[in-house]
């Protein structure tokens, strides 16, 4: 019992150094950003794997997405005879929630896997090491860049997600179900919200971007040098990133829906 | 100024508490080529790690060019960084980068040389290494040998006071342990710098090497030129020198205990 | 060499980005039916404002012609002030009368405003004195029970006047003693 009890101690302590670790790398990461805007080509790069190359699996989730959307509600919908209602269905949950949240669980899971394993890569090979050895920092050179470009690429990727999503929702809606074409958007329009709904989407999937960029990069950074260790390293980032994104997104909506 | 550029005085180093190193002195003149010689496991690359600041000595200190490197902060260390080159075991490329951009990296980052004089620099250190044509290869599409001399050209990019070099023969064929043999003479004479050499390999290393220190049990066993250390009758270096497997005391090998129990 | 290439693609994916949200902004959400140009104010008193919301279509005809712009309480007359913005294009005579509706039975409510004959025009800072409350659906139950309570009762004294001279006051009906 006391065996157990000292473990789960030391399992707790260990996940606070962590947390602790991980505020640190934040902490650096911002100081060391001046040389992501300076040598602006660096962060661009970035900007191409992780948002260029995330692309065809955000349009192609958000597409199929915004049609299940459109089918579900319908169902719904029209048994209280207001099918028009759909467009403000699909859209709104879109933005609000499944642009935002969706996107950045994909993204965790396609850019954010690529980033740890690439950063525990480059220090079990010493490359970040040798960085360092030659006088580079390796927070300014390697990590920065990252970031911020996870940070720009995410409410892009969220808001192509959602606009994605709302045409999907409209092409079952409207060619495949018969709903008014006038009805869908014009519902929509009165209902959405641009300060309310979009904007608080963008403000959620920005927070998501430095949330999910930042577990990656830690977990790449302190991932054990060997290819076991960066293996874990690649599985905790989509596990932490996806739990952390889903109780930020409780958080952030809670205090959107009193503000 | 003293004559040699790195010194290291009296350092002790030691992971949770148990000591690697207990009181090490070595001095690297200027224009030598040194090297650190002594079993897997003997602290030899933490040495190399010590000198460059990666690590703190837990006592004494280490000296490159006067400065004492612990108690540099973060810019003073890259400050020195600026004047070593090292040699990674592996090499340590960038894999992203081509062999081109990876000898580039350090000028790119620390300099503000043109693209067009970067250029010639690059082609002119890939030429020293025998890499010139090989400059739009990924580090993948290279060989362990051909790996090492594009690291080697990286190291010298910018023409460091210091070369160092973690195990740079370990692993490679003999052609091109040849190869490296000789770059690493030829490198340390042209640039005029001095070069420590880390590694096990007792043939190549005395054939380059100025000075030879041997490190055992966390102390400086013996140390001299290679001539004399073939002639030593220690014990130990008798044995490492000459990799003999019967050695009347092989330093790391639990062994030796176990032969003088048996026979004492 | 490549860093061309990225700069294209990254290029085409910030465009992406921005055509999203622009595309958001104007086609799914109300950044453009919100903006209606040039605008006069005018207040409205109304003594329950039931579930009007700042921002609310404002509609004349069944066209809307502006928004609430805010909605506060005045501690004085204890009523809701609530500030309409109206488009410019649109004159309303000073006898307008506004209600408040409901857009279908559980829908969002609105502002309903219908123009009397006065010569001279609501001009900004005005106040729209003839309004009409909003429906709650609530008080319209209640009412109707009431109504419904009173109506057994008046039954019962036309075929039986002396039995009962208690007051019927609403206020002291009892559900109980109404039997419907």
Known sequence: ?259 | MTSNIVEIDNVSFGYKGRLLHKGINMAFPRGKVIAIMGGSGSGKTTLLRLIGGQLKPSKGEVRVDGAIVHQQNREGIYQLRRKMGLLFQHGALFTDLSVYDNVAFPMRELTDLSESMIRDLVLMKLNAVGLRGAHSLMPTELSGGMARRVALARAVALDPDIIMYDEPFAGLDPISMGVICDLIRSLNDALGATSIIVSHDVKETFLIADYVYFVANGEVAAEGTPHDLMQSTLPFVHQFVHGEKDGPVPFHYPAQNYRSELFG | MERTKIDLWVGIFVALGVASLLGLAMKVGNLTSSKIGDTYTVTAAFENIGGLKPNAPVKSAGVVVGRVEGIRFDTKAYEAIVNIKIDERYAFPKDTFANIYTAGLLGEQYVGLEAGGDEEVLKNGDKITQTQDAVVLEKMISQFLYNKASETKDDNKSTDVKADTKPTDGKSTELGDAPF
């Open chain 1, 1 to 259: 019992m006391l065996g157990f009890l000292s473990e789960l101690g030391q399992r707790m302590i260990a996940r606070v150094w962590r947390l602790g670790a991980g505020a640190h790398l934040f902490f650096l990461t911002i100081i060391y950003s001046g040389e992501s805007f300076r040598r602006f080509h660096l962060t661009l790069r970035e900007i191409y794997f992780t948002g260029v190359m995330s692309l065809l699996i955000i349009i192609v989730s958000a597409f199929f997405v915004g049609m299940v959307l459109a089918l579900q509600g319908y169902n719904t919908l029209q048994k209280y005879g207001s099918s028009e209602a759909i467009g403000v269905l699909v859209a709104l949950a879109l933005v609000r929630e499944l642009g935002p949240v969706v996107t950045a669980l994909l993204f965790a899971g396609r850019a954010g896997t690529a980033i740890t394993a690439e950063i525990g890569l480059m220090k079990t090979t010493e490359q970040l090491s040798a960085m360092e050895m030659m006088a580079v920092n390796p927070i300014a050179r390697v990590v920065a860049p990252r970031f911020w470009a996870g940070v720009i690429a995410m409410p892009i990727l969220a808001a192509l997600f959602s606009m994605v999503g709302v045409l999907g929702g409209y092409l079952v809606a409207v060619p495949l179900i018969g709903v008014d074409d006038g009805a869908f958007w014009s519902q929509m329009q009165a209902n959405v919200d641009f300060r309310d709904d979009i904007v608080n989407g963008v403000i959620k999937s920005l927070v998501f971007g430095v949330a999910c960029t930042m577990i990656a990069l830690f977990e790449g950074f302190d991932a054990p040098p060997t290819a076991e260790g960066v293996s874990h390293a690649t599985t905790r980032t989509v596990v932490i990133s996806s739990l952390t994104v889903l109780g930020l997104d409780f958080v952030l909506t809670s205090f959107m829906l009193v503000v």
